[in-house]
């Protein structure tokens, strides 16, 4: 159950914080019949907790998912951004520098409370602080990461703010892993700061095109993103089903 050639995966990361047995459907455009024989496999499996991601144009597998009791908990908007050189942004007070040992635990704190909009927290059945753990061990892992970079807004001596990258291990694409402004100081240009530069970032890495992932709730990430140049290439619906 849940081998290579099974319709669904389980989510090890998941079940580690959350505590809950979680499975994965594989496709993203399950038929009806599909999607049922999945689901069996998984409640005979002892799995806790299905998540599934459809294709917004594949009503079919909306209607199954609906049918099977699914809920929607996320609009996933990825955004693709074609390299070009990129002249990093300035502002006065504001050093944008890589990441350092010392700046982990401000990282993790910022992590823990910029990520309310996302399925998780929007679930409604997930504590909120294992939520937020959820995100602080995803920075841990991206500053520990050896085919990336974290870089930081240090505001006067703290970090405002924070931009994960990273390269695909054929070095033919970049993503935006995870991209956090400290609530207080958002509002004062960070983002477009931040977003600027990790592309000078990407550009001398160098990849030819960037993605990144965000909610599709999350109007003020969207458009930070589209300033930056980034184009919508895709948008696909999570669905959560707890057995």
């Not at 951004?81 to 040992?101: F, N, T, Y």
């Amino acid at each position: 159950m849940g081998g290579p050639d099974a319709p669904w995966h389980p989510v090890a990361w998941d079940e580690e914080i959350f505590g809950v047995r979680t499975a994965r459907i594989r496709s993203t455009r399950p038929a009806r019949d599909e999607l049922r024989a999945a689901l069996a496999d998984v409640r005979a499996a002892g799995i806790g907790v299905v998540h599934l991601l459809v294709d917004s144009d594949a009503d079919a597998s909306k209607r199954a998912a609906e049918e099977c009791g699914f809920s929607l908990v996320d609009l996933r908007v990825t955004l693709q951004w074609d390299v070009k050189p990129v002249s990093p942004a300035g502002r006065p007070g504001v050093v944008l520098r890589p990441a350092r040992a010392e700046d982990r635990v401000r990282l993790e704190t910022i992590a823990r409370s910029s990520y309310g909009m996302s399925r998780y927290y929007r679930d409604g059945r997930y504590a909120p602080e294992r939520c937020g753990e959820l995100y602080a061990r995803w920075v841990r892992q991206c500053a520990d990461a050896p085919s990336g970079a974290v870089l930081v807004a240090d505001a006067g001596g703290a970090v405002a703010g924070f931009v994960a990258c990273s390269v695909a291990s054929g070095g033919d694409s970049g993503s935006i892993a995870l991209f956090g402004v400290d609530e207080p100081q958002r509002g004062k240009g960070l983002a477009s700061l931040l977003l600027a530069g990790a592309q000078d970032w990407f550009a001398r890495a160098p990849v030819p095109r960037v993605t990144v992932v965000t909610q599709g709730r999350n109007l003020d990430a969207l458009r930070a993103y589209e300033r930056q140049g980034f184009l919508t290439r895709s948008v696909q619906l999570w669905y959560h089903l707890w057995i």
